[in-house]
């Protein structure tokens, strides 16, 4: 079993930055792919940036360039910095991980981008 934590989320200012962090219970060497997505109220949840065990890295197109997912293997935890966020930023967001075909997802942390 693989659970997974969020933690970063929070309110900001437009054109400001939030760091997310996602800390799994166990080690995430061989996890194949772990990715951030979010979902707004009445929207869809999407990717929003996905990273895979070899660092080959994949964005949303409406945060490439503001946006970064990195992962540290010793401290099992994906990050996702975020910066010059906008409104439409505002969501929950979530981490998910897929090991062995399976899909593990977080609770989710709330992001607020005030204008």
């Known amino acids: 079993q693989l659970q997974l934590v969020e933690s970063g989320g929070g309110l900001v200012q437009a054109g400001g930055s939030l760091r997310l962090s996602c800390a799994a219970s166990?080690?995430?060497?061989?996890?194949?792919?772990m990715g951030w997505y979010r979902q707004a109220p009445g929207k869809q949840r999407e990717l929003v940036a996905a990273?895979?065990?070899?660092?080959?890295?994949n964005y949303l197109d409406s945060v490439k360039g503001r946006f970064t997912i990195s992962r540290d293997v010793a401290k099992n935890t994906v990050y996702l910095q975020m910066n010059s966020l906008k409104p439409e930023d505002t969501a929950v967001y979530y981490c998910?991980?897929?090991?062995?075909?399976?899909?593990?997802w977080g609770q989710g942390t709330q992001v607020t981008v005030s204008s």
């Open positions: 166990r080690s995430i060497f061989s996890i194949n792919r």
């Open positions: 990273i895979t065990s070899a660092g080959s890295t």
């Open positions: 998910k991980a897929e090991s062995n075909l399976l899909p593990y």
